[in-house]
């Protein structure tokens, strides 16, 4: 088996993944591996925007304080004060590397999200935030010689022994090889695929989680699935996000007899927390017999919308709606996981030399619900301190050696068709949206923990090939995701159970999750008391 050496190995090019990469550069040599093209990964795909208390009407404190709000009891404090404390460094450096966010005059301009009480949320060419964050860390990355990057490289699992982790099974072209290094950043982003609609890009499968899971680290709060209301729902079109932005400037949420609805769900109305208005949404399509809901922005200057949303625009038009004439049909998806790899303030795992950061990673600073755009600021805030943290911890390793390298030989691979693994993704993101979805109860839990049984031999199958390598971790996310959600008995942020519609605890504890044999074992961990 081939094998590669490196100081430092980060699993994504996501914004926490190279943030964290730009922290170890000057430092060792860096290899940075993605799926897909270097580029492809949520970051991208990014809209609305990256929250930051920098405008005149705001402050760090609203902004803690609206981002505890959001999560619902469930935040942890200390990582919610630094993600807000430190973020407006995080983004002043930003605009100092090139990042041009938009502005009004000579004043960076600031939009209205929903659960944000302030204008608060910078953006970029108007709803391409994420793609001008991904063109400045990727221009910065390219300055240092010391940045290897590995486009198309599939990380399998990673490479433990005695609790430390020496880097991970790459495939790349069906071929397995091994990377090792002083130290692992685990940076792979969210698992909206596993559900039938999402807004997540095709890389998204939950990889990071599901690898971490089977090398025995802990993951935190995976039953928390934030769904986004407004995605656009036409014949023929993608699963393509409109931007709570939109809201934030105006649009209007109609049921397919054109009536107004929100207001009667929350005094916010269309501004509401998320989990509100998808459930609304849900409430609406069932009243009405629709498949969907409208965005209405109609009423809104024409000019301001095709300056103001330009991707959107134009993406509605390619589908034939004119979003400045027509009403947009949405429905909600799932959009982003609030659990993920329990990991300290600096991005540590429970597993020697191992760190995550971003999506991935689980700190508690979304609690049971994120605050909208917080998790852009959440990549570059814990990216950089991940980044830092592996480099004190790397200074321990004097020389690169592997006493104990472990290498993979003679693997046996499954036989499973492309088409049968294409099969069973279909049938299982079809089985979380339904009963996994936005609207949960023990027998729908029951139902999808019981069907995933029939698929069980995927953890003990090995795959060269990608989508193999995805359906097994997307299987073992299921499964995870449908305990904790079986083990909550109550409803609280996104996650809500209709035979438990109340908060019930009255402590806020977290789910932590670790692997026992091989089956998934959820405990509880109490949240810290202030
Ligand atoms: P990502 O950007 O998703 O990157 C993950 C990386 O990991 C990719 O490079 C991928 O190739 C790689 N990877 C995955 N698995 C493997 C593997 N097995 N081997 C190798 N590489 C792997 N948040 C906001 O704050 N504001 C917004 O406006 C906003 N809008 C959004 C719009 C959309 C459509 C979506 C989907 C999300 C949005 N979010 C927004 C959420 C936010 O974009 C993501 O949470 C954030 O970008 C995640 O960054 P990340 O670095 O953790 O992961
Ligand atoms: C959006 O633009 O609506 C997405 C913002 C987010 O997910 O934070």
Not at 65 to 88: M, S, Y
Not at 177 to 194: C, D, E, S
Not at 497 to 507: A, L, Q
Request: with cysteine; glycine share 8%; aromatic share 8%.
């Amino acid at each position: 088996m081939e094998e590669v050496y490196t100081d430092f190995l980060i699993i994504g090019g996501g914004v926490a993944g190279l943030r964290g990469a730009i922290e170890l550069a000057p430092y060792g040599d860096v290899i940075v591996i993605t799926k897909d093209m270097p580029t492809e990964g949520s970051t991208e795909y990014a809209q609305g925007g990256i929250a930051v208390a920098l405008s005149d009407e705001d402050e760090v404190g609203i902004h803690f304080h609206d981002t505890i709000k959001a999560g619902d009891g469930l935040c942890n404090e200390d990582a919610v004060r630094v993600l807000v404390e430190e973020g407006p460094a995080r983004i002043i450096e930003l605009i100092e590397w090139g990042a041009e966010f938009d502005k009004e005059g000579s004043k960076l301009a600031f939009t209205l999200e929903a659960a944000h009480s302030r204008r608060r949320v910078l953006h970029a060419h108007g709803d391409s935030t994420g793609k001008e964050l991904e063109r400045v860390l990727i221009n910065k990355i390219k300055t240092f010689p010391s940045v290897k990057r590995f486009p198309f490289c599939t990380a399998i699992d990673l490479i433990v022994s005695e609790n430390r982790c020496i880097g991970a099974f790459i495939l790349r072209n069906s071929q397995v090889f091994a990377i090792y290094a002083k130290v692992t950043l685990l940076a792979t982003g969210g698992a909206g695929q596993l559900f039938s609609r999402t807004t997540n890009p095709s890389v998204a499968t939950g990889d990071g989680m599901a690898m971490a899971f089977r090398a025995k680290a802990f993951l935190q709060d995976m039953e928390f699935i934030q769904f986004h209301p407004t995605v656009l729902y036409a014949p023929s079109a993608p699963q393509f996000l409109l931007s709570e932005a939109m809201r934030g400037e105006g649009a209007i949420l109609k049921n397919i007899f054109h009536e107004r609805f929100m207001d009667k769900y929350h005094p916010d109305a269309e501004l509401a927390p998320r989990d509100i208005v998808s459930r609304a949404i849900i409430s609406e399509m069932v009243k009405t017999g629709g498949s969907h809901v409208y965005l209405d922005l109609t009423h809104l200057d024409p000019d301001f919308l095709k300056n103001r949303f330009p991707r959107i625009y134009s993406t509605c038009l390619q589908y034939d709606i004119n979003i400045t004439k027509d009403l947009i049909p949405v429905s909600p998806a799932a959009h982003y996981i609030m659990g993920g790899v329990k990991t300290d303030l600096d991005g540590k795992t429970n597993i020697e030399s191992l760190f995550a950061a971003g999506e991935v990673a689980c700190t508690g600073v979304h609690g049971a619900n994120r605050l909208a755009s917080n998790s852009l600021l959440e990549g570059l805030v814990y990216g950089y301190r991940a980044g830092k943290a592996a480099l004190e911890f790397s200074k321990d390793f004097k020389n690169l050696s592997f006493p104990m390298k472990l290498t993979k030989n003679n693997i046996k691979y499954s036989s499973l068709s492309l088409q049968k693994i294409e099969e069973i993704r279909t049938s299982l993101r079809r089985l979380m949206w339904e009963r996994v979805g936005i609207i949960r109860c023990i027998d729908s839990l029951n139902i999808a923990k019981n069907t995933l049984l029939e698929w069980q031999d995927l953890e003990n199958n090995n795959f060269n090939l990608r989508r193999g390598v995805e359906l097994k971790n997307m299987f073992t996310l299921a499964k995870i995701i449908t305990e904790a959600a079986l083990k909550r008995e109550e409803s609280i942020g996104a996650h809500y159970r209709s035979d438990y519609p109340m908060k019930t605890s009255s402590v806020t504890k977290h789910s932590l999750i670790n692997k026992k044999n091989s089956d998934v074992e959820v405990s509880w961990i109490q949240e810290k008391q202030k």
